[in-house]
């Protein structure tokens, strides 16, 4: 962030970590029952993880076309429900677990029903049922509907098609049992034809991550922005795949990765989040129940490592990112004198500050992490304010971790602010009780960076000619102020003002160390930072608030020397001289008005910096 160099993404480094892992896996054979898949390269392995804005990890080979084979089946179904409605596309499938392999010969007694549509015997049931009035049609209208799920067009690979059709006699007598129990309407070959299509539609591990994410939004595509079926239609296909998805596995497989998938004998598998991710990976070599190896230990994997079980609970759902603002647009509590001020109202997007709120998993962290690293020109400090977060799970520390070490190396340095100054994250600089405090602490750093150099032994030290309200006071006026003055000398921690204090409308300009206002918050109470007054800034009893009912204070946060206009010198500078005292308090003015225009410009940035707008649903026509 602090040049225009590229940030890794934490979740794209993980995800090419868990490929490279899974990679070595050499266990499982092709499938060779369909002789054109007996080609594919058992090396290829391709892993993609689709978010709900429509952002795309990729790792690997997520670019190679293969054959969808039974991935298809739930995208079909939701084509059949979506044309057909659920009942009557019930009255023709069940939707029960049959306990055995995708070539299951079984019907329910009664009904003559496939069990279920991820079955050939099911699949082949709700191929027939999509819109069409001839088999051509059919087929058309599912891989349109294949491919609004993809967000591309898709197309067909003919010689894994001829082979289906040379070798699908298991398929055909299938056909010919639901035929004969009254399920199949229409001619058994053309309805074969529609089903062994769309198992031959091309397809890469990035297109099912999409199509699986398509899912896991209620219909819409979150490339395209285009409703492909309705959430109920979602629903109802992600409740059979997480049951019967991976057949005579899924009992396992859902206790293991807790995500819905459908499985494919060419390699290929999607999986869903519902609301959150979808999942696609294509490796070829396959267990003996027709699943990819590298598919099933890749998910459980990011299962384990995103924290994306299906059954974890997860409570909130707003925008992980409350605010995300620059250092020109929010500044610290702390009273600077004119040259800092300065220097913050030119460099001050070198600090950004992102505030984040609820509860934070793997996509809500991942999209503010994304929000973080695409606005990063210039940027050398960046704090995560985590005082709004509920309860932030390992995976979201791990994202958040892995970001505050990439972006140390590219020359930002990271602090946390949280409460009690608890910070999870490991590799941050450093962590504060309050936002104020952290970013009193970047300012600073961005002061001391570009300001000129300041001598390690020696302190700041303002004179009176310099201080803030003063600099600008004709010469005579400053000349009748000058014997007025007294010097204080506060120790480190000492009190200047509290509550308990009698009135004083006494002057003080601080011209070394530093002055803290604080309350005492808790049980027992603690000091809590609110504001700070370095060399060069005027404070009065008006900085403490009477009328609050928390203990307002203002202590020495180092051995502090301040020059003093009593309250008792004012007076007699009234009665003096009056034009120096109007003076005095025109320079007060203008610096009261600074603050004021300051603070305007702060609340119309907070109010600016609230959720940006969704991306618009479009019908698919």
Known sequence: ???????????????????????????????????????????????????????????????????????????????????????????????????????????????????????????????????????????????????????????????????????????????????????????????????????????????????????????????????????????????????????????????????????????????????????????????????????????????????LHLMRPVTGTTSAIHRYLRGDAVSSQRSRRFAEREILRTRGRAIALCELQGDLGFASTDVAVRAITGDHENVRWLILDLHRVARAEPVAVNLLDTLVRELREHGVTTVVAAEAARSPLASAEAAFASLDEALEWCEDALVAETGPPQEADRPEVVPLPEQDVLRDLPAGVLEALAPLFEERRLASGEVLFSPRDEPDESLYFVVSGGLVAQVMEGDPAVPVQVASMGPGTAVTELTVRRDDPRAYRVVAAEPTVCQVLTDAALKRLERDRPQAVEALHWAMARSLAARLRRADRLLAAHVASGPRPGKPERELG
């Open 1 to 307: 962030m602090a040049d225009a160099g590229e940030i890794a993404s934490p979740v794209q480094e993980l995800l090419d970590e868990v490929h490279e892992r899974i990679g070595e896996i050499t266990d499982g054979s092709v499938a060779t029952y369909i002789p054109a898949l007996g080609k594919a390269d058992p090396k290829l392995f391709g892993l993609a993880l689709a978010t709900r804005d429509g952002h795309v990890y990729e790792s690997g080979d997520t670019g190679v076309p293969f054959t969808i084979q039974s991935v298809s089946k739930p995208f079909v179904y939701a084509l059949a429900l979506h044309d057909r409605g659920l009942n009557a596309v019930l009255r023709k499938v069940g939707v029960e677990p049959t306990g055995e392999g995708f070539d299951a010969i079984r019907l329910e007694a009664g009904t003559g029903r496939p069990l279920n549509p991820m079955v050939n015997a099911g699949a082949i049931v709700t191929a027939s049922m999509v819109d069409g009035d001839d088999w051509g049609q059919r087929f058309q209208r599912i891989l349109d509907g294949l491919s609004a799920f993809a967000g591309r067009d898709l197309s067909i690979d003919h010689e894994v098609l001829a082979s289906e059709e040379r070798t699908g006699d298991h398929n055909r007598a299938l056909g010919y049992l639901l035929r004969n129990a009254g399920t199949l309407d229409g001619d058994v070959d053309e309805a074969l034809s529609v089903y062994f299509m769309a198992c031959s539609t091309l397809v890469t591990a990035r297109d099912l991550a999409v199509m699986a994410m398509t899912l896991s939004s209620g219909g819409v595509n979150p490339l395209t922005g285009r409703r492909v079926v309705g959430t109920d239609t979602t629903e109802h296909v992600m409740a059979v795949m997480a049951t019967s998805g991976t057949y005579d596995f899924a009992g396992e497989w859902l206790l293991r990765s807790g995500l819905p998938a459908k499985s494919g004998v060419a390699g290929g598998l999607a999986a869903v989040l519902p609301s959150q991710l979808g999942i696609g990976v294509y490796s070829p070599p396959l267990d003996a129940r027709g699943t990819s190896v590298r598919a099933i230990a890749a998910c459980q994997e990011l299962s384990s490592r995103f924290g």
